[in-house]
């Protein structure tokens, strides 16, 4: 499977944006992604905001769903805002059947995420 995982600065934080067919041999490289960002965020002294962006993304596996659970969990206790963006009504759609909607604040843009 193809997969890119990119890093952006944007309006109130970082941006990690997950493209193509993420499954879990994309693991580590999310996982070392998520971090940087963090640290970067931490590092400059900015808002604790980290958007995952999910518009190019055509597939996740269940174990990149597991680390964004985890990554909004963990970071939501330290007072993060982590939304997610989303415009894939199969993802979403996922998202809905596991009980996940619930966890994620998903929004169709890069902007309406940083703009909430």
Request: net charge negative; proline share 2%.
């Amino acid at each position: 499977m193809t997969y890119s995982i990119h890093a952006s600065t944007g309006t109130r934080g970082r941006i990690v944006a997950i493209g193509g067919e993420a499954d879990a041999s994309a693991e580590r490289e999310l996982e070392d992604a998520v971090r940087e960002a963090v640290r970067e965020v931490l590092a400059v002294g900015d808002e604790r905001f980290l958007v995952i962006d999910l518009t190019e993304n055509t597939f996740v596996d269940s174990r990149i769903i597991g680390i964004l659970v985890r990554w909004v969990e963990d970071l939501g206790e330290k007072g993060w805002r982590v939304p997610l963006v989303c415009t894939d009504e199969r993802l979403l759609g996922l998202f809905r059947t596991v009980g996940l909607e619930g966890t994620f604040e998903i929004f169709p843009s890069r902007e309406a995420a940083e703009a909430a």
